[in-house]
């Protein structure tokens, strides 16, 4: 009779409580992404990386040509800078003896001036201002930065070579920015590199004013976004030598870190493609990516190419 009476119920309520309380702390990841104009709702995919958590603005303006361009890194931003470097001050760039295939260790002048790095409210607020960003496939993107910082520079965690390790050591980075935005963490170096498109350039507030070109890593990829860049430069005024400048130094030149040809990416895509640990990861880290941007799923899992999320009804 106690036990019916007085424990039963005691348990019954601790167990309603413990539930609730749970659903309370451990609230299930729900956001809204804009995917084709319309809002998607997301829940249950705590596990992911989710897109849009700000943490890198890489601007850089040629505001006598009304242009600003966002730097995402392991995606041509070499090119981008050294680009709009020229456009900025095309005499002293050119003074200077730049070239559009320098790698960051060369020491320019803009990149120290203000005017350069920080668009003016003017120039946000000009209908005429042409934004672009070469955005890449954000596998491919990963395996241009493994093979870069951690087989060359040898600069991942103490992962070394392993891209399992490497892999996680990304998402869980990336995992503690995104669960403590509010208290703005600061981003490493291997943040700004590993992090996906979306975290970029304040895209969570503007990305539709964005020219978004995309990069391959083949030479017939890389020469289409080069020449869209080009008929961007056109449209702004930007001289015929110049622009052809930019075009042919681009498509000749390698840079000193380039990784799209190499013997050693052959065998980090395979890895990728085969291995399900690394797998795992790079769906949980760039999934987003995916969908905010526009390119092809087909190198996903099956799941993750079929438009398994909710489109909330219309009333």
Not at 184 to 209: E, G, V
Not at 218 to 236: F, H, P, T
């Amino acid at each position: 009779m106690f036990w019916r009476n007085y424990i039963f119920p005691l348990c019954i309520g601790s167990l309603v409580l413990g539930t609730y309380l749970y659903s309370f702390i451990f609230k299930e990841a729900r956001y809204t992404v804009i995917l084709d104009g319309k809002e998607v709702n997301f829940t249950g995919v705590e596990d992911f990386i989710q897109p849009y958590v700000n943490i890198v603005s890489d601007f850089f303006v040629a505001s006598n040509y009304k242009m600003m361009s966002c730097g995402i890194r392991k995606s041509m931003s070499q090119l981008t800078v050294n680009t709009m470097c020229l456009l900025h001050d095309e005499e002293r760039f050119l003074q200077e003896n730049h070239s559009l295939n320098e790698t960051w260790v060369t020491i320019r002048s803009c990149q120290n001036n203000q005017a350069f790095r920080k668009p003016s409210e003017d120039l946000l607020n000009n209908p005429e201002t042409i934004r672009f960003a070469f955005i890449r496939d954000p596998i491919e993107r990963f395996v241009s930065l493994y093979l870069d910082k951690c087989v060359k520079e040898q600069n991942c965690w103490a992962c070394k070579n392993d891209m399992r390790c490497v892999v996680k050591e990304i998402y869980e980075a990336l995992k503690n920015l995104q669960n403590h935005r509010d208290w703005k963490p600061i981003p490493t170096y291997m943040d700004w590199h590993a992090a996906p498109l979306s975290w970029n350039c304040n895209f969570d507030k503007d990305l539709s004013k964005w020219t978004l070109l995309m990069m391959g890593a083949d030479a017939e990829e890389r020469k289409s976004s080069i020449l869209q860049l080009g008929n961007i430069m056109k449209r702004r005024g930007v001289s015929e030598n110049v622009v052809q400048m930019v075009q042919e130094q681009s498509l000749a030149g390698e840079t000193a870190h380039s990784t799209h040809k190499s013997t050693r990416r052959l065998e980090a895509e395979r890895q990728v493609r085969e291995d399900p640990v690394v797998r795992d990861y790079l769906h949980k880290i760039y999934f987003f990516d995916y969908l905010v941007f526009p390119f092809n799923r087909e190198r996903l899992d099956a799941k993750y190419q079929t438009d398994f999320w909710k489109v909330p009804e219309q009333s």
